[in-house]
């Protein structure tokens, strides 16, 4: 049974932090790119930072580069995105999404990945 959970979101003020993780069940996170993705109300959802499988290769959106960092755990269990420096605008609901199919999309783009999380919310304001 493939899984994804997300955990860690909450109320922030601008300028502090939160870890994201996303938990998995039934794979490995070494052998699929993993997604973290967000939507907020009216918009579509959108790729924030995913990392590749097996070499790890990192992608960022333009938006949080130098802000956020995607790490995953040696346990192959767990996927996390690092937020610092947060503003009002990263306020949205943030999912993780898996690429199971080895889809030829990049791994920033929503439509390669094949399974997602139930989202975890993320709220920035003073």
């Known amino acids: 049974h493939l899984q994804l959970v997300e955990s860690g979101g909450g109320l922030v003020q601008p300028g502090g932090s939160l870890r994201l993780s996303c938990t998995v069940s039934?794979?490995?996170?070494?052998?699929?790119?993993i997604g973290w993705f967000r939507q907020a109300p009216g918009t579509e959802r959108a790729g924030v930072s995913c990392?590749?499988?097996?070499?790890?290769?990192?992608h960022y959106a333009d938006s949080v580069k130098g802000r956020f960092t995607i790490s995953r755990d040696n346990s192959k269990t767990t996927v996390y995105l690092q937020m610092d420096s947060l503003e009002p605008e990263d306020t949205a609901v943030y999912y993780c999404?898996?690429?199971?199919?080895?889809?030829?999309?990049?791994?920033?783009?929503?439509?390669?990945?094949?399974?997602w999380g139930n989202g975890t919310l993320v709220t920035v304001s003073s």
């Open positions: 999404g898996v690429d199971i199919y080895y889809s030829e999309h990049p791994c920033l783009d929503r439509d390669g990945m094949d399974l």
């Open positions: 039934g794979f490995n996170t070494n052998y699929y790119a």
């Open positions: 990392i590749r499988n097996f070499a790890g290769t990192t």
